[in-house]
């Protein structure tokens, strides 16, 4: 097993030993990993780390014990109710991201019907394309998810599909703007006026395009309206840490008001310790997101993110005819933002998703879901601007590298043997992956074939073999390497 070093080590070791743990590490610094990664520029990013670490070991616990980690959330939370719409009534609370923000509304909406409507099991109705956060809290909350198909063109929420769905438990319906996957803005104003008319609540998850949809718009794009604006909408999610280049762990969940935000609040004083009143899911919570997401916005200023989502739109414009001017390509849907998701009818997307990894640059692969074929999806950000040209080329090159090229025969069996497998699927989980070259942690360099083996099996089965995967992969080390 390993154990603790007997003895301390100098900050030059572990400087050392944590730069060689980073060498398999996507190397986000060179503008090449379309994906996780929204850096900031070096100004900024200098003075995000001095407020992180000068707040690193304040904690927001009690909002009484550290005022200022307290005005720095309000602060931040007032200006993005403000750039979301909202008027004097909003209020919300900073998040750990994303996630934790979508799960907040719908814990909210589970006991505001519960204690409003008298709703005993209430129930939230979700467009399939609505992110794996409300999906994760239906489970984790014990609320039933009914999940609606979305247009298979647009990959747009259909509101009849919504209305349909909708029975005497539903308490919320939930819309994106825009949905991660295909970057593309649901109906909103349609789904908040079936919510109003039901007397029941309406989440907009403005995750990934809250902070940049208002950008685009300023920049002449045009934006439907997603926000408080929008009669009907209740409660908003928007991340910081994506599109306002903050350090992760930064997101806020947003209400119209404090009566709908007091069902997010858990108070506890069963036990025999201090006091708890928790707004979010975390007890003690470091001051350092906090802090470092209000020098964010305040190192950006409004003109600092007008000019980063120019950069974006560019970027994103030229990646899009860069896509569109490569046969064999097609773009999915009509990206509202800066998100873009492709696929090719002539080839693997996952084996152009390898070719560009061999040439440097990090896209993410997404497998077939129900109403969308398995395709590549990249995020872009004002630091992508430099690399449109680089990564067209790339592109065109990885494509006449992947056309022609197929999945290994042995893809096919075995993905026929995992659908039989049923119950034993996990028993047979090793010899599998040790087939891949999976061992543990380590990944083969290409992972169309893995990619393309889970795409053609059941989402029950895929969830199996995912879990048990990573079930292996988080196991400490036998000793010291
Ligand atoms: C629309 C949307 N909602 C929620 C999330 C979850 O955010 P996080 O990864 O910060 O938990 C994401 C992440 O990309 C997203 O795009």
Redesign the pocket.
Known sequence: MLTLPAKKLGAQEIQERLAAYRSGDLPWRDGKVWAYVYPAPDDVTAIQKWAFTEFLTENALDPTAFPSLLRMENEVVGMCAAHLGGDEHVVGNLTT????S?MMAVKTARDWARKEKKIAEPEIVLPVTA?A?FFKAAHYFDVKAVIVDVDPVTFRASPEAIRAAMNENTALLVV?AP??AHGVIDPIAEVAALAQAAGILCHV?G??GGFLLPYFRRLGRTVPAFDFTVPGVTSM?M?L??YAYCPKGA?VVLYKNKELRKHQIFACSSWTGYTIVNPTFQSTKSGGPIAAAWATLHAFGDEGYLEAARQTLEATDGVLAGIRATPGLRVMGDPEMSLVCFTSDEMSPFIVADEMIARGYYVQPQLAGSSSKENIHLSITAGSLPHVAGFVKALGEAVTAARGKVHPEIIGQMTEMAKGLNGNLEASMGPMMAAFGIEGSHMPDRMGDVNALLNGLPSKTKETILTAFVNDMFQPPKREA
């Open positions: 991201g994303g996630t934790e979508c992110h956060a994106s949905s991660y998850d995750c990934i999610s991340d840490h994506k997101s």
